[in-house]
DNA sequence: CACCTATTTAGAAATCTATCTAAATAGTAT
DNA sequence: ATACTATTTAGATAGATTTCTAAATAGGTG
């Protein structure tokens, strides 16, 4: 939702280790639990955090909750570190 | 040290804060302080989190700490983001 | 409908983080 | 040497995060 979710969403191993795996397109709740070493309900927790950073959206088709890689939020961020570098291509944020 | 804390180390609006500070050029502790509505003790806590992710370094001049951003680190963290974009420009990391 | 599969939600415990106050360090200057 | 200034370290605490187990949802299928 703003930007402070998605810096606090990608300081966590695992949720950067989920948006790794969907860089090869979309994956089930299960597909992606499957990955790691945890309950689905942790996993699912991790989802959540990256949903609400806006990271990733859901699909929903059968009884399957599918998830995709958002890019947008992923250019903002990159965004905000050029801006730090000094290339004022673009403007200052928060 | 680790890529695992540059990640943690940008998490917070604070430190985030610091960051864009430093961007004018490098501050003595006090000073970075003092745009802070939090004891010295907490500012420097901040700072230590930040060097320990190099992503700042000291200078002890005088009986001052200057503090300056480092870019190298920055640079890495673009790379990791325009790696999940799929710019395969460079390779894989963690 | 009764059941099975996929996933999330709730509640609890353990760990981690940000913050404070008070004390320690260290360099300057008198 | 004593005192002053700048900053960090230590110890404590409140609040946030990650993880688990158990239960709740919800959509198919025999």
């Known amino acids: ?6 810096f606090k969403a990608l300081s966590d191993p695992v949720r950067r280790r989920i948006l ?3 860089k090869g ?7 992606i639990a499957s990955n790691f070493d945890m309950t ?7 989802l959540s955090v990256l949903k ?8 929903k088709e059968k009884n399957f909750i599918y998830y995709g890689l958002n890019m947008t939020v992923v250019e ?19």
Chains 1, 2 share one sequence.
């Open 1 to 6: 939702m703003a930007f402070e979710d998605t």
């Open 20 to 22: 790794t795996l969907l």
């Open 25 to 31: 397109g979309m994956m089930s709740a299960g597909d």
């Open 40 to 46: 689905g309900a942790t996993v699912s927790y991790h």
């Open 52 to 59: 609400k950073a806006d990271l990733i959206y859901e699909k």
């Open 76 to 94: 903002e961020m990159m965004l905000w570190l050029s801006d730090l570098k000094g290339d004022s291509t673009d403007d200052k944020q928060e």
